[in-house]
């Protein structure tokens, strides 16, 4: 019985490792998984997060921002290193850096 948990649970993390191999995937079943409240999802899904953040961002910023709203709703950016927030933040703010609302900026900058 143990050995068929363990089984399965490698599977798991297989799945998870290899889904993002397609960005858009991984951030997408991070999403899922975050807001499912799974407890498997700090040892499997944070370690991704904090080295595919920073692709996700640069590819698609919508999509990296959703996540990091869709983290910050479930709690789950609270044991996030000081560090990689420190680089979230200033990814943010450069990004926004002197940023006016208009309708043809939204468009623009997403």
Do not use: Y
């Amino acid at each position: 019985m143990a050995g068929d948990l363990s089984l399965w649970l490698g599977a798991g993390r297989d799945l998870v490792r290899q889904s993002w191999t397609d960005i858009t995937l991984g951030a997408q079943l991070c999403g899922i998984l975050s807001g499912l409240s799974w407890g498997g999802w700090q040892s499997l899904e944070f370690p991704l997060i904090v080295k595919h953040m920073p692709d996700l961002l640069g590819s698609d910023a919508n999509r990296g921002l959703g996540l990091l709203a869709a983290l910050h709703n479930t709690q789950r950016l609270k044991g996030m290193p000081a560090g990689w927030l420190q680089r979230v933040e200033e990814w943010v703010l450069n990004r926004f850096e002197g940023w006016v609302i208009t309708h043809e900026r939204v468009r623009d900058r997403f």
